[in-house]
């Protein structure tokens, strides 16, 4: 008798025992379940988009040609020239353009009072076909200009394209950081004003 009981002991220690361990074995997965949850919760690092850097301004393709430049540093005065005259409603619309965008220093070596004489209200007229004249309808990458190729402005009249030497020239302005795109197009900074000669 005293062994029946031993044996129903030891059953019912042993079965207890293992209940005891399936309910641990049950919490594990839960807590494991509950640290994914945690991790998958947590907000993701957003990367940062590939761009080119200009004028101490990352331009992204995300941005529009005006959004672009504006960041730029090197390019305050084309920024201020757009806005005078009237074109940056047109650089920020869905049309693709390619714009030749001279920088702080071209605008510079213009004769003295030239691009405050340009900025009055009573140029406006003169500064958007200056301004035009660096404009071509289309997306144009420096892949797609060829020595000798003839490119239509908004203006009107034709830029000539140069290539020697790996060094692209648009009427002898040179291309000094080309294919920064944005989202309606194609900027390439160049290191001089073009000037038109109507």
Known sequence: MKGKILSYLILACTSASLLGACGNSSDKPATEAKDSMTVAEQPMTPKTEEGVMVGGA?????????ENAAGSA??????TAVQAAGLAATLSSGGLFTVLAPTNAAFDNLPKGTVEGLLKPDQKEKLTGILTYHIIPGALKIADLKDGQKLKTMQGSE????VKDGVVKIEGA????????????VIHVIDAVLMPKK
Request: avoid cysteine; charge should be negative; aromatic fraction near 0%.
């Open 58 to 66: 990352n331009m992204v393709p995300s941005k529009n040609i005006v």
């Open 74 to 79: 090197d390019h305050t005065t084309l920024v």
């Open 159 to 162: 830029l000539t394209v140069s």
């Open 174 to 185: 040179i291309i000094t950081i080309p294919d920064v795109i944005s989202s309606n197009g």
